[in-house]
């Protein structure tokens, strides 16, 4: 089953909102979380590494000032989209590791489609 | 910078066998992923290689060759329902941030 839940899976609202998206770890602690990005037909871009109690690390050319990520506790990262605008839609996903794992080096959400109107 | 090179799109006939090739230059190496993922939904784990060699899964066998930078995904038996994107992805470091190549889109041909 899944081990990773993402919520919520669907977004559509005006710009200028600001959006929050939930990603749990389920029956395990994740100190990391990764926020990724994709726009159609295209691949996965990794947006920030969030860890549990420390500021995240955004790549390159990720506003850290407009998506801004908490992880608060070992079970839960969010990502809040600021003052969204058209541009800003895309189908966002997280990922945790899943400490001793080697079989699998990250296990993904089912992802948020947001749409900006 | 990290680059990894996978072919943009493969056809393949039903019930026929595909591989799908990634070679990757990244300034760390960890191992190497596969993920399928179909229109609309979230990519799914499917292989992981961190030593040379093949892993067999079902229907799904990765290979890995760490010296030539080089793998591939071979998906036996194709299915109309295997039709979706394909990612490998290379974890840096363990129990760090991997980074997707940018996909190869399976057709198949009934």
């Known amino acids: 089953g899944a081990v990773v839940s993402q919520h919520p899976s669907r977004v559509i609202c005006k710009s200028g909102t600001s959006v929050k998206i939930e990603c749990r770890s389920l029956d395990f602690q994740a100190t990391t979380m990764f926020w990724y990005r994709q726009f159609p037909k295209q691949s996965l871009m990794l947006m920030a590494t969030?860890?549990?109690?420390?500021?995240?690390?955004?790549e390159q050319g990720v506003e850290k000032d407009k998506f801004l990520i908490n992880h608060a506790s070992l079970t839960l990262s969010t990502l809040t989209v600021t003052s969204a605008h058209p541009e800003d839609s895309s189908f966002y996903i997280c990922s945790a590791i899943l400490d001793g794992n080697s079989n699998q080096p990250q296990h993904f959400g089912d992802g948020t489609r947001l749409s900006i109107l | 910078g990290q680059s990894l090179e996978q072919p943009s799109e493969v056809t393949a006939v039903e019930g026929a066998i595909v591989q799908m090739n990634c070679t990757y230059q990244?300034?760390?190496?960890?191992?190497l992923s596969w993920y399928q993922q179909h229109d609309g939904g979230a990519p799914t784990f499917l292989s992981y290689n961190a030593l040379d060699g093949l892993e067999e899964t079902g229907r799904f066998s990765s290979f890995l060759s760490r010296s030539d930078s080089y793998g591939y995904l071979l998906l036996q038996e194709l299915q109309m329902k295997d039709s979706a994107s394909y990612f490998c992805a290379v974890s840096l470091n363990r129990d760090d941030k991997i980074i997707f190549g940018k996909g190869t889109r399976l057709h198949i041909l009934p």
């Open positions: 990244t300034s760390g190496f960890y191992g």
């Open positions: 969030s860890n549990e109690g420390s500021k995240a690390t955004y």
